[in-house]
Every structure is written in C-alpha cells, then in structure tokens.
C-alpha cells in the first residue's frame, strides 16, 4: 500500500500553520507516507501572502510552502505535490490538478463568486472537492454545502470530530461523491492523520487523481507516530 496526504499547510504559505519544511517531511516519512499533496490556504484564505502584491508575485508567495517543502523532500524521498484550499467565509475547498502558470493566467478568478470558481475550475479538469463540510467553529456563521458543485468530499478530515466525519460520508454517500481524506494538519503534534491509500504507486498528482477517480485510492485514519515520539 502506498500513503498519500492530501491536506496539508506550510507555515511559509499558510499564516495558521507552524509546520516549517523538514518537520513536515520527517512527520511523513516517519509515519510511512509515499507522498503528500501540500494545500497551503489559498489567496482568499488564511495566507501568509500579501494583498497589496501583484496577481504573478501573490500566486509566488503562495507556492513559497511547496517549493520549500519539495526541495527538501525530494532529496528524502517524499514525493510532494501541489493543491490549494480555497475559502469561502470559513467554507473551504480543496482543488486538485491546477499549476502556478494556471494561476497566474487567471487573476480574474478571484471575482468569481464559490460556485461559478468551482465550475470553472471543474471545467479545466481540476478535481475538486469540499473540505469537512460539516465544521462549525465561531467564525462560521453557518454550515453550507456544495455537495452538487464538488466531484468530492473529504471524509475523513482527521482533524474533526467522528460526527463530522460521519455526516460528509452520509453527503458523500447520498450524492454519489468521490470520497478523499485528508489531515489538515497545522502541527507536528496533531494525534491522527489521514490521506488515502493506492495499491498502485503514483509518480505524479494527475495519476494520484486518476486513482482516486477510478476507485484505486481508499481514504485511511492512523496514528500520528511523530508526535508520540516527542
Ligand atoms: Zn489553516
Ligand atoms: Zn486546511
């Protein structure tokens, strides 16, 4: 079996996240994971990058945690791959497939409101997916739900509670979704992790993607070792 996170944030991208590169990578590889899909918190997200910058130098500032991180991780062999968490008055999305010269040809996605972005990036083939769809938190005024928008839900997002985690996989269920899991993780100290397994090795997030498209990746729940061993 082969581990794949797919919900991670860098402290370098994410303002949240305390996770600097070699601690990340030594947290994966030491809890047995082929690779990981960083997801550091887009523009509209809690993002280290600044507002005031060009579109070209925002899009830099929020690949800054992948580069970082996959220049480190490669001399390790840690694969690492590149998503984003794009937010939505605490709503989150996660998108799967799109590269930086995507992005910075696209400035004007910024003025999309959730549901056109989802479609337009659905539309260029990107897989997207809503992160725990059932997280309340102070800041979140209300739960919503794209389960029509999103080709999947993140179920389990082993940084929520059980109930939390059962009511995606219910949506999921009822919608026919594609089911992914991810850690979310913003500290080394974090108990559980997830992401998904494959039978099959993977040499490249399209064929992560495909995996998870055509049924070949499972989501798992495990122990965060690395913690323990502090
Ligand atoms: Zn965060
Ligand atoms: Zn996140």
Known sequence: MFRYEM???TLYSSACSRLDAQTMIRLYLENGYDGIVVTDHFLNGNTTVSSGLSWQDRIDGFYKGFELVKEEATKQGLKVFCGLEYSYLGTDFLSYGQDKAFLKAHPEMMAYDVRSWLAFMRSKGFLCVQAHP???AGY????RLYPSDCEGIETPNSARDDRCNRLGEVLADEYG????GGSDIHRADQKILSGVETSKEVFSLDELIFEIRSGGAKPFLKENVFAENK
């Open 140 to 143: 979140i005024d209300h739960i």
């Open 177 to 180: 979704l594609l089911k992914i």
């Open 7 to 9: 919900h991670c944030h």
């Open 134 to 136: 059932f997280r309340e």
